[in-house]
């Protein structure tokens, strides 16, 4: 079993940066592949970015790609998302989520989501 704690939110102006953090309890974490996700208002939730188990690879929604980046230390069972040039449309709350999926933006392949961290960017 496998619980996610995020953290790392806040509201920041645009065109600035945030880290997020997401913790893991158990010793099994650094064997699964770890994926963010961000669910807009009134919009379904959507595939961020993805880290394997062994930090090898990674993947990432256009809409982030060069302004986000996924790491993970999984000797302290944790895993980032930084995110720069921040725009008002990442305003998000945003998941991390755990797992052997499928596909990394197979958000249904996930078998562990943390609870969510808001992050909100003025304009």
């Known amino acids: 079993q496998v619980q996610l704690v995020e953290s790392g939110g806040g509201l920041v102006q645009a065109g600035g940066s945030l880290r997020l953090s997401c913790a893991a309890s158990?010793?099994?974490?650094?064997?699964?592949?770890m994926g963010w996700f961000r669910r807009a208002p009134g919009k379904e939730r959507e595939f961020v970015a993805f880290?394997?188990?062994?930090?090898?690879?990674?993947y990432y929604v256009d809409s982030v790609k060069g302004r986000f980046t996924i790491s993970r230390d999984n000797a302290k069972n944790t895993v980032y998302l930084q995110m720069n040039s921040l725009k008002p449309e990442d305003t998000a709350v945003y998941y991390c989520?755990?797992?052997?999926?499928?596909?990394?933006?197979?958000?249904?392949?996930?078998?562990?989501w943390g609870q969510g961290t808001q992050v909100t960017v003025s304009s």
């Open positions: 989520a755990g797992g052997r999926p499928l596909r990394p933006e197979a958000q249904n392949s996930y078998t562990y």
């Open positions: 158990g010793r099994t974490f650094s064997s699964y592949d």
């Open positions: 880290i394997n188990w062994s930090a090898g690879n990674t």
